[in-house]
């Protein structure tokens, strides 16, 4: 007997209901406010708040040497890091509020802020 047969006509409303829920609240529950600046910490202290709205580049001395960040357009990376496997440089722009690129080994990170965050692990 079919597994289906078993399922009444409520039970299918149920589901139909639930799948709904889910798929508005994905885009709700994940969406970030606007980049606004972008903090710049090292060895978990803040060293500075870049406005995204100005292009600067700074650099940030570590224990391993100097990592450069570079803003552009609304936008943060990280340009150069002495760490040795660049994961934060391989991270990319940042142009969303939430965002984070951390430099581990040269005890860096920049993060983006803005109106609202996005949840992720850091978050939890």
Not at 27 to 49: D, H, Q, T, Y
Not at 84 to 98: K, M, S
């Amino acid at each position: 007997m079919p597994r289906r047969s078993l399922l009444r006509p409520g039970d299918w409303l149920v589901m139909t209901c639930g799948a709904i829920v889910c798929a508005v609240s994905f885009p709700l529950a994940w969406r970030a406010g606007p980049a606004e600046k972008a903090i710049v910490r090292r060895g978990g202290e803040p060293f500075a708040e870049l406005e995204l709205s100005r292009e600067r580049r700074i650099e940030v001395p570590g224990p391993l040497g100097t990592t450069t960040i570079a803003v552009e357009k609304g936008r943060v990376r990280v340009l150069s890091d002495p760490g040795a496997h660049q994961y934060c440089v391989r991270q990319g722009w940042l142009d969303r509020a939430g965002q984070i690129a951390i430099c581990a080994p040269n005890e860096v990170s920049v993060e983006v802020a803005g109106g609202g965050k996005t949840y992720d692990s850091l978050s939890y």
